[in-house]
């Protein structure tokens, strides 16, 4: 089969699988009786239209990245970790612990002392499936699925006994003390001439996050344990030719894996939220998923299938507030349709691509 | 003269700029035996799955028995009386002998009736044809000399006229590739026709009447056989002169490398491979391992590659190796100085995905050579030893920035053996070092091997094809079921008596 050029899969593919989506996703808001370019006008500038917009996507988008390069780090060893929902959760609550209990005189500390409790608490989280695959061969799919529900029931437990506010009736922590407050998009970059919103919960994580996405590429393609978790990944009876042992990969990528979803939780629990509440995660787990398919793993995919996600989920909200007729579920339905069109549906459009490309490079010959 | 049972004009087909079958031609009459033969890569199996309907031909005309025929599907093959017995066989493990002939040939939807005449009809074939089997064995329960006398049932039971068989001795023992060749000539005074796809150059000579050569994609010639030679043959097929025959040294072995003793393995399931294996290999020189696939050898190569686990002994240069423990993995082998060519290098020794310099730092990324510093792995370092060696070895085409699944089975061997062989290992461990390799690369694998020897390396060959094993080998050990039965020196012994070893008949027994 030809070869089809590199920027034919990373790029064009995908963009194809988006127009085809919102096409769709088009129909269905006509179908309801609105206007299909109105609401793709509402959605798009509620997104990136306002300094407001832009906080929201941005932190939207700082959850997908975390989430989308834990399954993407999982995927090069061909491990199917669907358990970032729960991973970062779980994270969250190591986040929320460290806040919580050691009295920070600054930001900066609590900011470091956050992320080693909320990947440590992640990658806790990881471990007990990845033992189960490595040593056991539970499948780490099922798994990882199941320590969802266990990680979920978890923090509705903890925020409603142990580690529930004394003051309110809901069920969340204490707000945390005011020194580990992380600085806001609008203090970090108004200094820079750029005016973030106020109001929006963008913070410095987002900075975190892209320097998770450097290091999730040094790691995969210029070092050795990268390396080696590429290769047990294409082939796991040739990485046990060369002497690399699959249960320690298994449990190295997994432990990467549990981090970089737990790091999540400083963006939701410490950046947002400021407290630990029930759910801090709100399904970014699993779209994480859908980043990494559509973002094919690689770091640059990832950040710009996140950007693109969180376009989506703060459009939508948008789209919700501003048209009476489209309701919550439709904006779920939206979404979906990009998530089934760049993440399951890949193959549909990537066959008869291929086929034309291929086609019309003999042609030129 | 009499229609062909087949006749194909005109072939032709492309995978994307790869020419695969360019304008073929090829008459086959009926009651005969033709050979195709080639290199890998030539475009026989193309050829075989066009006229099989698992392609289509861009262009080209397909005629059976003097009739224009259009083949889509392989049932509109089947249904022109073409039967294919394939090289990996396609029968359902724990299905019986008759249940995997009527399977997909079921008269309706019970199943009873079709059993029935498949039994009669089974029992006639088996006395005409000298093809017998029993019909209520299990397939797993039964060899592989069987389970292809079943696939061949299975084409005559749908009624084929014309059989293809695509390299069918691969897993035979020479009495059981003997025994089909009995069984071929038996079908083609029957009035069968068979299509004989092979890159044995022996086989072709012995029971072909006509033999047609394929290169890069076009027939070249087809000759009766009784008017050419192998020489001939392999000329054509590679197109220049070719060394049948391994030009080498007498070895001059020195001390034992490798000892191994009372060597054990069992598998998943608890059956023992290896039963109680023992041999020595000296310095400088060649012992081959002969046996039919399946008695053992690639468990014996796994072991002493640290793939899987064993009981015994196994000593390197006088120190023992560990077999179990947290030192019996790829890593600490290679750093015993055992260097390992697997078998399979699709499947062990490759990556098909990575690019060729991943695969020839694999194993050895721990290498000094390959390190920036701590952290970061030197890229551009690999690559210019990956060029390197592609450059020594010969490997076509020279770009360590290809993907390994790019490079043909040949050059992928080369790449295998370019990383393991320059690394002046103590021991060589290689298995079919030239399987699915084009007679051109042979040629120079079998160089390098014997070079390394002479250069003091000891070297331990498992190979299942029993030229090879005689021209390299400097002493041979037979393989069958587990165990070893017996050695032989190379000018002192001949294919009959290796091959009734590998039967597993004894030396009293031969006698």
């Not at chain 1, 995927?75 to 920070?104: D, H, K, S, T, Y």
């Not at chain 1, 973030?196 to 913070?203: E, G, T």
């Not at chain 2, 006229?161 to 038996?186: Q, S």
């Not at chain 2, 000579?205 to 006509?210: F, S, Y």
Request: aromatic fraction near 6%.
């Amino acid at each position: 089969m030809d070869k089809m050029p590199r920027w034919v899969d990373i790029a064009l593919i995908p963009f194809i699988n988006l127009i085809l989506a919102l096409i769709v996703s088009g129909l269905v808001v006509l179908y309801i009786g609105e206007n299909p370019l109105e609401a793709m006008a509402i959605m798009v500038n509620g997104a990136v239209g306002s300094a407001y917009g832009w906080g929201y996507t941005l932190y939207y988008a700082t959850n997908f990245i975390f989430t989308g390069l834990a399954v993407s780090v999982a995927f090069q060893a061909r491990l199917f970790n669907i358990g970032g929902e729960g991973q970062a959760m779980v994270g969250g609550l190591g986040v929320a612990l460290v806040c919580l209990l050691i009295p920070f005189p600054h930001w900066s500390m609590a900011l470091v002392a956050a992320m080693i409790g909320g990947a440590l608490f992640g990658a806790a989280w990881a471990a007990i499936p990845a033992y189960l695959q490595a040593k056991r061969g539970s499948h780490i799919v099922i798994t990882t699925i199941m320590f969802n529900y266990i990680a979920a029931s978890l923090l509705v437990y903890l925020t409603a006994n142990t580690l529930r506010t004394s003051r309110g009736m809901s069920n969340e922590s204490d707000r945390f003390a005011d020194t580990t407050f992380l600085p806001s998009a609008y203090e970090m970059f108004s200094g820079l001439g750029i005016p973030f919103s106020r109001s929006a919960p963008m913070n410095v994580t987002f900075l975190i996050a892209i320097l998770c996405c450097v290091l999730v590429y040094l790691l995969i393609w210029r070092t050795r344990l990268g390396y080696e978790i590429r290769s047990f990944g294409q082939s796991e009876s040739a990485a046990v030719y060369a002497g690399i042992k699959p249960v320690r990969i298994t449990m190295i990528v997994m432990l990467i894996s549990g981090g970089l979803a737990g790091l999540m939780g400083i963006n939701a629990v410490m950046g947002e939220a400021e407290r630990l509440v029930a759910d801090p995660v709100q399904q970014a787990g699993f779209v994480g998923i859908a980043v990494a398919l559509m973002g094919r793993s690689h770091p640059i995919g990832v950040f710009v299938a996140a950007l693109l996600f969180g376009m989506l989920v703060q459009g939508g909200g948008e789209l919700e507030f501003e048209m009476p007729e489209v309701s919550k579920e439709l904006v779920l339905v939206i979404q979906a349709l990009v998530i089934m069109f760049t993440g399951a549906l890949d193959n549909m459009i990537r066959t008869p691509v291929a086929r034309a490309f291929a086609k019309f490079s003999r042609g030129d010959a | 003269m009499s229609t062909a049972a087949i006749e194909l004009k005109g072939i032709s087909k492309a995978f994307g700029p790869v020419q695969a079958n360019k304008d073929i031609a090829i008459k086959v009459m009926p009651g005969t035996i033709h050979g195709i033969i080639g290199e890998n890569g030539a475009g026989k199996s193309t050829l075989m799955s066009i006229l099989y309907g698992f392609y289509q031909a861009d262009s080209g005309e397909i005629w059976i028995d003097g009739k224009l025929t259009t083949i889509r599907e392989p049932l509109q093959a089947i249904g022109a009386g073409i039967g294919m017995v394939f090289q990996h066989f396609k029968l359902v493990q724990n299905f019986t002998v008759l249940e995997n002939i009527i399977l997909g040939a079921e008269d309706g939807a019970l199943l009873r009736p079709s059993l029935a005449k498949a039994r009669g009809e089974l029992k006639r074939l088996a006395e005409e044809y000298e093809l017998n089997v029993d019909p209520d064995a299990l397939i797993e329960e039964i060899g592989v000399g069987m389970q292809q006398r079943v696939e061949i049932l299975k084409a005559l039971y749908r009624q084929a006229d014309i059989l293809i068989l695509d390299e069918p001795t691969g897993v035979l023992t020479p009495p059981e590739a003997d025994h089909l060749f009995r069984i071929l000539e038996g079908l083609k005074a029957q009035g069968k026709t068979i299509i004989l796809i092979t890159h044995k150059l022996r086989e072709i000579m012995e029971v072909t009447d006509e033999v047609s050569v394929m290169r890069r994609g076009e027939m070249v010639a087809t000759v009766n056989t009784a008017d050419t030679s192998p020489e001939e043959l392999a000329e054509l097929m590679v197109g220049r002169k070719v060394l049948l025959r391994v030009d080498k040294k007498p070895a001059a072995p020195s001390r034992t490398v490798l000892k191994v003793e009372n060597l054990k393995v069992r598998d998943e399931d608890g059956v023992e491979r290896l039963r109680g294996i023992s041999l020595h290999v000296r310095a400088g020189e060649i012992l081959g391992i002969a046996g039919v696939s399946g008695n053992g050898q690639s468990e014996l190569l796994e072991v002493l590659g640290g793939i899987s686990p064993a009981t015994g002994i196994i000593r390197v240069n006088g120190t023992d190796i560990d077999l179990t423990g947290r030192e019996s993995d790829g890593q600490s082998r290679r750093k015993r100085g055992i260097a390992h060519v697997p078998e399979d290098r699709h499947h062990l020794g490759l990556i098909l995905e990575f690019s060729a310099w991943e695969n020839i730092m694999f194993g050895y990324h721990h290498d000094a050579d390959y390190q920036k510093n701590r952290l970061i792995m030197d890229n551009r370092s690999a690559q210019e030893i990956a060029a390197g060696k592609m450059e020594r070895f010969d490997v076509r085409p020279p770009n360590p920035m290809l993907s390994a699944k790019n490079f043909s089975g040949g050059n992928q061997q080369k790449i295998v053996l370019a990383r393991e062989i320059e690394r002046n290992p103590e021991l060589l461990v290689v298995g079919q070092p030239t399987r699915g390799v084009d007679i051109g690369a042979i040629e120079f694998i079998h160089q390098q091997i014997i070079a390394l020897r002479d250069k003091g390396c000891a070297v331990l060959l498992v190979s299942v094809e029993l030229d090879e094993i005689l021209s390299l080998s400097d002493r041979i050990a037979v393989m069958f079921d587990g165990q070893i039965m017996g050695e032989r020196m190379p000018d002192q012994t001949d294919e009959r008596e290796l091959g009734l070893l590998m039967a597993g008949v004894s030396n009293g027994e031969a006698a």
